[in-house]
């Protein structure tokens, strides 16, 4: 009777360990980090999302076509021209594969989005969910909020003490967040005055 109990006890944190082992894993990406280390960051308007098989037909991946606003960094493109984003999971037909801690897109959502390149066309979204910000505008479009992608179940670890730690991002006025991003981005072209040597 005893050894009953106990398994039952035993239980729960057996259940506990395996969604841990499976849950995705990542460390925490801060505003200056993701727009110092991104190749490209746009705002702009989803145009289309599109599941395919990946070329070795093994995956399935998410095409998403962002048309372009404004390009707040890099060579993505100007304004009126697209970006491709690429992405894992999506579903074909009746198959669908899913990998959790990606950012989500809807056609005709406004974002904006943190980039690495993967190859000479294609991006992916930095810092996986943590590098989109979709455009919430009032009635009218007088005003924009730019309000940080859930990670969901991700775990999320601090950078430095490898702990579980909570997203730092919030969400901020659009114009606040450009802002955001120009200052970080200014912040890592400043050049560091070197001291003179005095004869």
């Known amino acids: 009777m005893k050894l009953h109990t106990a398994h039952r006890a035993l239980l729960p944190f057996v259940l506990l360990l395996s969604l841990s082992a499976s849950a995705t894993t990542m460390l925490r990406a801060d505003l200056p980090e993701l727009a110092q280390t991104s190749d490209a960051i746009v705002h702009g308007t989803v145009r289309r999302v ?37 992405q894992p999971g999506g579903q074909v037909g009746d ?53 940080p992608e859930p990670t969901g179940d991700v775990l999320l670890l601090d950078p430095d003490t490898r702990q579980p730690t909570a997203s730092s991002q919030r969400s901020l006025s659009l114009q606040e967040l ?22």
Do not use: C, H, N
């Not at 070329?55 to 970006?83: F, N, P, Y």
């Not at 190859?119 to 455009?135: H, I, L, N």
């Open 50 to 86: 599109e599941s395919r098989w990946s070329g070795d037909g093994r995956r399935i991946v998410t095409d998403v076509e962002i048309q372009v606003t404004e390009a707040l960094k890099g060579t993505s493109g100007q304004a009126g021209s697209t970006v491709l984003v690429t």
């Open 95 to 147: 198959i669908g594969q899913r990998v959790s801690g990606l950012a989500a897109f809807t056609p005709g959502e406004e974002v904006v989005v943190f980039l690495e390149r993967r190859g000479k066309t294609a991006f992916r979204v930095s810092g996986m969910a943590q590098g989109k910000y979709q455009v919430q505008r009032t009635e009218g479009g007088k005003s924009a909020m730019a309000v």
């Open 178 to 199: 450009k802002a955001a991003i120009r200052t970080a981005l200014e912040q890592k072209q400043a050049p560091v005055r070197s001291q003179e040597k005095r004869p």
